[in-house]
């Protein structure tokens, strides 16, 4: 069974202050996809990671993908009230031929505080 | 493009209460899933369909029923309503291929009292 973890699952920031979320699965994947929700609201897509060692930017969101460690990273940078949300990651279970479905980490909730 | 829409936006239901949840996307997607998402757990996948006329179970099926005769539409049926179905439910769907990428609809809250 494919298992998601996230950490840390909440996560209280000071605006300005830089900061990792972690998130590791326990099967072999090269996808990795990165969602923010904000309160109340739907789940929208960030980031897709597709390579072992792949890495985007948006703003202050950086993330990045390691799969000999089952590792992806959400690196902020500099954060700021705008970013509080809950973020999710979620992996491919292979093989991917004949499975179409993401397993989700329980989420990490992120406040910024001025 | 609406994307997913999702209907209704809330539903209280009393206990054995039967509901039908709506989801409807205008991407052309073959593939659309239904989620379940309850405080502090994430998301569990209830069921899903790789085209019209194929659905298949997700992780927590038990209380639910899925049908698809169109590639638009994914409706979520809830037979004989339970205290343990009040959640929030996402319908989504994607291409899957070349990645699996998700787009969500704007989700329903269900309550069962």
């Known amino acids: 069974e494919l298992k998601v973890e996230q950490n840390p699952l909440f996560l209280s920031m000071q605006e300005g202050k830089n900061y990792t979320i972690y998130c590791n699965y326990s099967?072999?994947?090269?996808?990795l996809y990165w969602y923010r929700q904000d309160p109340g609201k739907s789940l929208e897509s960030l980031f897709v990671?597709?390579?072992?060692?792949a890495v985007k930017q948006e703003g202050r969101l950086m993330a990045s993908l390691d799969t000999k460690a089952r590792l992806s990273t959400l690196h902020i940078t500099a954060a700021v009230h705008d970013l509080s949300a809950t973020y999710f990651c979620?992996?491919?279970?292979?093989?991917?031929?004949?499975?179409?479905?993401?397993?989700f980490g329980k989420g990490t909730l992120l406040t910024v505080n001025p | 493009n609406a994307g997913v829409t999702q209907t209704p936006k809330f539903r209280i239901l009393k206990i054995g209460q039967s509901m039908t949840l709506q989801c409807t996307q205008d991407?052309?997607?073959?593939?659309m899933y239904w989620y379940r998402q309850d405080p502090g757990m994430g998301l569990k996948l209830i069921y899903y369909?790789?085209?019209?006329?194929?659905?298949d179970k997700g992780e927590v099926p038990n209380g639910y029923n899925v049908s698809r005769s169109t590639t638009e539409d994914f409706p979520l049926r809830l037979e004989l309503a339970a205290p343990s179905q009040t959640s929030v439910y996402f319908c989504?769907?994607?291409?899957?291929?070349?990645?699996?990428?998700?787009?969500f609809g704007p989700g329903t809250r269900l309550t069962v009292l």
């Open positions: 989504a769907s994607g291409r899957a291929l070349p990645y699996n990428e998700q787009f």
């Open positions: 099967t072999t994947s090269d996808r």
């Open positions: 990671l597709l390579s072992n060692g």
């Open positions: 979620a992996v491919d279970k292979p093989p991917r031929g004949s499975n179409y479905k993401l397993t």
């Open positions: 991407m052309n997607h073959n593939y």
């Open positions: 369909s790789v085209g019209a006329g194929i659905t």
